[in-house]
């Protein structure tokens, strides 16, 4: 068992991607670091405005919860659009894959130009409904208002970090991430300190320097996609192929629905710890911005091995794709348990860079360590999720995670935060419970191997290929 348990096949760690070898360490390091330059666009903001006004810190906390289901919109194209590019390059139907990529990129213009219309317009129905009020709600309101404007900017580089990892690409992600935060760094301490004088100032100054940043970004990825020749398929896009664009949707709207439903419980559990008070509403605000941190080999790892996976499934190679995904869930597991108890040892150092309000550090510490066994059971999502995702078999994925974030997460929320009085504690279990919960199904679905039916790839009788 334990032989079984530690053994390690590298056979499973490459794949020949036809022009060239694509490794898991070649795929995952840059990930891992590109996730964590990502989840430093919101902690610089965050920590630099924790030593300007704690109402700051936690207006943009809580307007980053509403901006992630945004996000969600251009990550469920994005996400479709890879297993589709994937399967097909998997498959050897080269054009098909670049007619997915500029039917994808047209979708991101035509959706980025209405939601950010709709979107900021609302911004202060948003914020209340979040159960902010006072400052914490005016600052929260310009900021999801400026944010949520530009938000098809960060659709634009989302599609174009998917498009690059399905072709076995991930460090032009890396730079584009790291441009981007080196940027937002500087730009955002300029408009809270004030070194030199701009434009900008405020709450309102730090979102539009996300905003600028993030612009950089997507122009860089431009040039760096063109530059590498990878076929953006802009000249597909006439006419519209209906079968790719339900291909991508097939993939995309399940996907996007079980971010949605996460969201939405990350969202109205927040309005719950907002009701506790300050004190825990500035813990998870903190807390939030450092585990990010955490969750990286995890992430690195999963995504890594459903771009391998979503490749075999594409070539029919359906059981190195489950042996490719069942080991290197073992390593994101292993990374995952040991960074999450790193930070909780060091979690006195790590939350007192963004306070030194004594109650908020004491919670938080707390949070951090229950937070160890919550990451146990979100390693399994981190890998599986993807993997599942890869295979096209969407579907599951959703009504389990609708499942889950609804009966389990929100209603264990009320029932430990509100009613039993355990306040941010109460829901930091239910995280973990809703963590657990979709591990579990992730696991048992992956071993049943039924996904194996939901490939976008189907051979005819006569050998040929259809969609």
């Avoid at 530009?150 to 498009?163: C, D, H, K, N, R």
Wanted: charged content about 15%.
């Amino acid at each position: 068992m334990f032989k079984k348990l530690f053994s390690y096949d590298k056979s499973l760690s490459s794949l020949d991607a036809g022009t060239g070898t694509i490794t898991l360490r070649g795929l995952a390091i840059p990930i891992m670091i590109e996730n964590l330059l990502r989840n430093m666009l919101s902690t610089v903001n965050t920590l630099i405005l924790s030593n300007f006004s704690d109402t700051a810190a936690s207006a943009i906390g809580t307007a980053t919860q509403v901006t992630n289901i945004v996000d969600i919109i251009y990550s469920s194209i994005s996400l479709g659009t890879f297993v589709v590019i994937s399967q097909n390059l998997g498959a050897g139907r080269k054009e098909r894959a670049a007619s997915a990529a500029g039917h994808a990129i047209a979708l991101v213009v035509f959706l980025g130009i209405i939601a950010g219309a709709v979107l900021s317009s609302l911004a202060p129905v948003f914020m209340t409904m979040m159960n902010l009020t006072g400052t914490v709600l005016e600052e929260a309101t310009a900021y999801f208002r400026i944010v949520s404007m530009f938000s098809a900017l960060q659709g634009g580089v989302t599609l174009l970090s998917y498009i690059c990892r399905s072709h076995g690409i991930t460090k032009f992600n890396l730079y584009s991430a790291f441009s981007m935060n080196i940027l937002n760094a500087i730009l955002s301490y300029l408009v809270v300190f004030r070194v030199v004088e701009l434009p900008l100032s405020g709450i309102e100054g730090v979102a539009y320097a996300k905003v600028i940043s993030i612009a950089f970004a997507l122009l860089l990825s431009i040039f760096m996609v063109t530059k590498a020749k990878i076929n953006l398929g802009i000249n597909k896009i006439f006419p519209i192929n209906l079968g790719i664009i339900k291909d991508i949707m097939r993939v995309g709207i399940p996907s996007g629905m079980t971010s949605v439903s996460w969201c939405l419980s990350q969202a109205i559990c927040s309005s719950m710890v907002a009701s506790y008070g300050v004190i825990a509403l500035n813990a998870k605000t903190y807390v939030d911005s450092v585990l990010g941190y955490t969750q990286a080999i995890g992430i690195g790892i999963g995504q890594a091995a459903s771009i391998m996976s979503s490749r075999l499934v594409g070539a029919g190679e359906f059981d190195k794709a489950y042996r490719t995904v069942m080991q290197n869930h073992k390593l994101g597991l292993l990374g995952n348990f040991s960074v999450n108890t790193i930070l909780a040892l060091l979690g006195g150092v790590v939350i007192g860079m963004f306070t030194d309000d004594p109650e908020v550090l004491k919670l938080a510490r707390t949070v951090l360590f229950i937070d160890i066994w919550v990451g146990i059971g979100k390693s399994f999502n981190l890998s599986l999720e993807d993997a599942i995702r890869g295979s096209g078999d969407s579907m599951y994925q959703m009504v389990m995670a609708m499942i889950s974030c609804f009966a389990v997460t929100i209603v264990s929320c009320w029932l430990l935060g509100t009613v039993c009085g355990l306040g941010l504690i109460g829901c930091w279990i239910a995280y973990g419970l809703d963590e657990w919960f979709r591990g579990m199904a992730y696991l048992a679905r992956w071993r049943s191997r039924k996904w194996e039916r939901s490939r976008l790839i189907h051979e005819e009788a006569d050998g040929s290929i259809s969609a």
